[in-house]
């Protein structure tokens, strides 16, 4: 479900987290590039509902990716394009934001924004019933008993070719392009975990070149209820 995200993020980052005396449920996927991760979580979160609303609980479940640029944006006063390159994993050089720092009022350096989006997305797994997509969510939830942490991967030839075939590039620039987006979201993750730790540990890891994502969803589901997510 992603109808009126931004609202549900909204009231869910604001409430106190000392609210609820146990954080969570919480569910990440991480995923190496090319790897179908938003699709297994619209997929998951449907067939989560769809057992709550049989049983008549609430809440239902949720699934963030980028969407979370807009919160941060909100929570740093700075329009979400002026934030953007972080969460497409690039970063500015020195001149640039030295640069920026004088002509900008509201100016924020990476660390800062870095900092708001681990902020937030923390919040939203302490709150919980959250499928939280890649921006290291494994890494800021981990201590959260009631938790799920799950990693897609492929072979490199896999990820290239269904690469090559979404950006329109040969299959070599596609490898090239799939293992400098890796790259960039392991460092994404090493810099609120550490290079070396064990602190990106998946609880569960799914070969998707040989599993489905309906097979994956149904592991996932029946997952959930033995760690009693739902």
């Known amino acids: ?23 969570g449920p919480v569910i990440t996927i991480s995923r190496e590039y090319g790897c179908p991760a ?9 067939a989560l509902n769809n057992k709550l609303i049989v049983r008549g609980e609430r809440p239902l479940w949720r699934w963030i990716s980028k969407e979370i640029l807009n919160e941060v944006a909100r929570e740093l006063e700075m329009d979400p394009e002026e934030i953007r390159y972080v969460f497409e994993y690039e970063k500015k050089g020195v001149f640039d934001d030295i640069l920026k720092s004088h002509s900008q ?18 919040s939203l797994g302490v709150q919980g019933h959250i499928i939280i997509v890649g921006r290291a969510g494994v890494v800021l939830t981990k201590d959260i008993p009631r938790s799920l942490h799950v990693n897609l991967e492929a072979p490199l030839e896999w990820r290239a070719l269904r690469t090559s075939e979404k950006k329109c590039m040969s299959i070599e620039q596609a490898r090239k392009y799939a293992l400098d987006m890796d790259r960039k979201r392991r460092e994404f993750r090493e810099y609120y975990a550490g290079k070396n730790t064990d602190y990106t540990r998946y609880d569960v890891t799914f070969n998707c070149m040989t599993l489905s994502v309906e097979e994956i969803v149904d592991s996932l589901i029946k997952i959930a209820e033995l760690r009693k997510l739902i």
């Open 1 to 23: 479900m992603k109808t009126d995200l931004l609202s549900y993020l909204t009231q869910r980052y604001y409430k106190d987290e000392r609210s609820k005396t146990e954080p």
């Open 38 to 46: 938003k699709d297994v979580a619209a997929r998951l979160s449907e």
């Open 105 to 122: 009022k509201y100016y924020k350096n990476d660390r800062k924004i870095r900092n708001t989006i681990g902020k937030v997305i923390r």
